[in-house]
């Protein structure tokens, strides 16, 4: 059975960092692409960074470049988004996503086969 535990959210003020965590089971998990997602309340799933856990190539979503950054712990499974400089616009559940389909698009929402739960992130003024 294949799960994605999502960990590390909470509530920060403008500027600050938190780090979330994916840990991922039951699932061929090298040389694989796992993305992280966001969705903010009335608003469409956001594709924010995905990384190959083979090569380490990583992709972002241009609102979050050069404040974000994926990495992946192959020993642990565990793919991390380190989230600096936070803003209230980055307010969302995030959620970790992998099996992504032969040619799909990292930041295609519709193209990953599993998901985890998600974990808010709150961003206040």
């Known amino acids: 059975q294949v799960q994605l535990v999502e960990s590390g959210g909470g509530s920060v003020q403008a500027g600050g960092s938190l780090r979330l965590s994916c840990a991922v089971s039951?699932?061929?998990?090298?040389?694989?692409?796992v993305a992280w997602f966001r969705q903010a309340p009335g608003k469409e799933h956001e594709g924010v960074a995905g990384?190959?856990?083979?090569?380490?190539?990583?992709n972002y979503a241009d609102p979050v470049k050069g404040r974000f950054t994926i990495s992946r712990d192959n020993a642990k499974n565990t793919v991390y988004l380190q989230m600096n400089s936070l803003k209230p616009e980055d307010t969302a559940m995030y959620y970790c996503?992998?099996?992504?389909?032969?040619?799909?698009?990292?930041?295609?929402?519709?193209?990953?086969?599993?998901w985890g739960q998600g974990t808010q992130v709150t961003v206040s003024t």
């Open positions: 990384i190959n856990t083979g090569f380490g190539i990583t």
């Open positions: 039951g699932y061929t998990y090298s040389n694989n692409v």
């Open positions: 996503a992998a099996g992504l389909r032969t040619g799909g698009r990292w930041n295609s929402r519709g193209d990953y086969k599993y």
